[in-house]
């Protein structure tokens, strides 16, 4: 994506600030915002802005063709987006494995809060009821 596609779409962009104190709805951009400071601008020596706007388009060029991403199979978005239109199989598979993921996490949230309810040995054998 070039700078001059960037500009425009950044004019018309807004911040969003009706879930305050809960990061957890911002978490797909607070990924992205850790993987550009750590992957590219902090490894890299920037002297002027032009450096900056430089590193920036082939920041975003490499996140979306080249960088793997775990949360889409550690494919490239790009990859991840033509598997998904060609049809074979691949979508249905994704969302098997996505489906299955989601409910060990639910089933693990559920377990968590049951014994959180129970007794809760510490390693000196005092016990604490919650």
Not at 100 to 109: C, G, P
Request: aromatic share 8%; charged share 35%; with cysteine.
């Amino acid at each position: 994506m070039a700078i001059e596609t960037l500009r425009p779409a950044m004019a018309t962009s807004r911040i969003s600030m009706h879930c305050v104190f809960q990061d957890h709805h911002n978490a797909g951009i607070e990924s992205f915002h850790n993987s550009l400071k750590t992957d590219y601008i902090w490894v890299n020596d920037l002297e002027t802005f032009q450096d900056a706007e430089n590193l920036m388009e082939h920041a975003f060029i490499d996140y979306n063709t080249v960088r793997p991403h775990s949360s889409i199979d550690y494919l490239p978005p790009d990859e991840f987006e033509r598997r998904l239109r060609e049809g074979d199989g691949f979508r249905d598979r994704f969302l098997e494995g996505r489906k299955r993921k989601e409910e060990r996490i639910l089933k693990n949230r559920i377990e968590k809060k049951r014994r959180l309810k129970e007794n809760v040995s510490l390693e000196d054998g005092i016990s604490v009821q919650n």
